[in-house]
Nanobody, 125 residues
Framework: HVQLVESGGGSVQAGGSLRLSCTVN?????????MGWFRQAPGKEREGVAA???????MYADSVKRRFTISKDNAKKTLYLQMNSLKPEDTAMYYC???????????????????WGQGTQVTVS
């Protein structure tokens, strides 16, 4: 069973930066996972932000390209999301998600993930 714990959220002014972290606990087969960051703003559906797999392939939503960077530290079993040039429209609850490796690449569709964290709030004003 895999457990995900997010941290790093907070309040920041527009143009600022935050780094989210997601620690993976539990047993899983190394080199066989894909992980992603999703977000949900009030009154909106949850959307994929960025994803990465154990082969190092990444995917980004168009709205965050060139501003957000997803990365992972296998030794620390931690997933990161570096968010720069934040905008008010980035305000949302951010969730970490994980699932098994997919040959077609890490998906930005939430249906591709079975393990989810509890979320961390990001507020940009």
């Amino acid at each position: 069973h895999v457990q995900l714990v997010e941290s790093g959220g907070g309040s920041v002014q527009a143009g600022g930066s935050l780094r989210l972290s997601c620690t993976v606990n539990g047993s899983y087969k190394r080199g066989s996972m894909c992980m992603g960051w999703f977000r949900q703003a009030p009154g909106k559906e949850r959307e994929g932000v960025a994803a990465i797999d154990s082969a190092g392939r990444t995917m980004y939503a168009d709205s965050v390209k060139r501003r957000f960077t997803i990365s992972k530290d296998n030794a620390k079993k931690t997933l990161y999301l570096q968010m720069n040039s934040l905008k008010p429209e980035d305000t949302a609850m951010y969730y970490c998600a994980a699932d098994t490796f997919k040959w077609f690449g890490p998906p930005l569709d939430e249906r591709g993930y079975q393990y989810w964290g509890q979320g961390t709030q990001v507020t940009v004003s």
